[in-house]
């Protein structure tokens, strides 16, 4: 079994978070982004997520920039950044930035490398249930489905 490791961070709304403790949902969808750029990649798969969280009140959806750790300085001014050009509070509380040295989390979740987002489903222990990479496809949306909709049915 794949478990996500304990990992904390401050939301966009400026609350500490530490999970798998705070996970919402019973069902998480985490999209873990590593550049800048990824954040393209992560809008393409958010209106998939929405409509998901919606239809199913113990499905929740994750954001976490994954940064190298620097000062709470530069912390700030990169939270603060990114907290301007989100003006959703949805979106601000469920954005959680993680600073931290990147390759053992990777290693832990066996994400082999930063070239794409990785989508991962979680339980609400952290568990992985379901993982993609990269931008949004109808085939990765109707697997994700899936994925979901066996859980759910089996939480009955």
Request: aromatic share 12%.
């Amino acid at each position: 079994m794949i478990q996500l490791p304990t990992v904390s961070g401050k939301n966009l709304l400026r609350q500490k978070m530490v999970f798998p403790r705070d996970f919402a949902g019973d069902i998480n969808l985490v999209f873990i982004a590593f550049q800048r750029w990824h954040q393209d990649q992560v809008d393409t798969w958010v209106p998939f997520a929405e409509k998901m969280a919606s239809a199913l009140s113990t499905f929740h959806y994750y954001e976490f920039p994954t940064v190298y750790q620097m000062n709470r300085l530069s912390q700030t001014f990169l939270n603060e950044g990114m907290r301007a050009g989100i003006p959703d509070t949805g979106t601000r509380g469920r954005t959680v930035t993680l600073y931290m040295d990147k390759r053992p989390f990777r290693q832990a979740l066996a994400i082999p490398d930063e070239s794409n987002i990785a989508v991962i489903l979680f339980d609400r222990q952290g568990q992985v249930l379901w993982r993609s990479s990269g931008a949004y496809s109808v085939e990765k949306g109707e697997d994700l489905q899936t994925a979901v909709s066996e859980i759910a049915v089996n939480q009955i």
